[in-house]
């Protein structure tokens, strides 16, 4: 089965950095993306990366040019550089993958196995 654990997080003022990590275990999966839910809102998808041929990427509108998705695929990981933060990124934040050969998903139903979440707080 397929394990996912996640970090970095943490409380960071606006305009600041972090860098979130995932390392997967157990199986081999084409995409993985990131997403992340505030306080009484929905999970709403960041970003997303393919696991096979060369990079693709996808970003939320919210986050581009901000938000960098990378991986390492000798390491199985995956992490999220997250630059010029702002108070209304603060969420928990989720890792996922899939079997999306297709391309970088945005849909939540194509991610099958999930991280246990880290909190990002941002304050100015």
């Known amino acids: 089965q397929v394990h996912l654990v996640e970090s970095g997080g943490g409380l960071v003022q606006a305009g600041g950095s972090l860098r979130l990590s995932c390392a997967a275990s157990?199986?081999?999966?084409?995409?993985s993306g990131w997403f992340r839910q505030a306080p009484g809102k929905e999970r709403d998808f960041v970003a997303a990366i393919t696991w096979w041929g060369g990079i693709s990427t996808n970003y939320a509108d919210s986050v581009k040019g901000r938000f960098t998705n990378s991986r390492d695929n000798a390491k199985n990981t995956v992490d999220l550089q997250m630059d010029s933060l702002k108070p209304e990124d603060t969420a928990v934040y989720y890792c996922?993958?899939?079997?999306?050969?297709?391309?970088?998903?945005?849909?939540?139903?194509?991610?099958?196995?999930w991280g246990q979440g880290t909190q990002v707080t941002v304050s100015s």
């Open positions: 157990g199986r081999t999966f084409y995409t």
């Open positions: 996922a993958v899939g079997p999306a050969y297709d391309g970088p998903t945005s849909s939540r139903s194509r991610y099958g196995f």
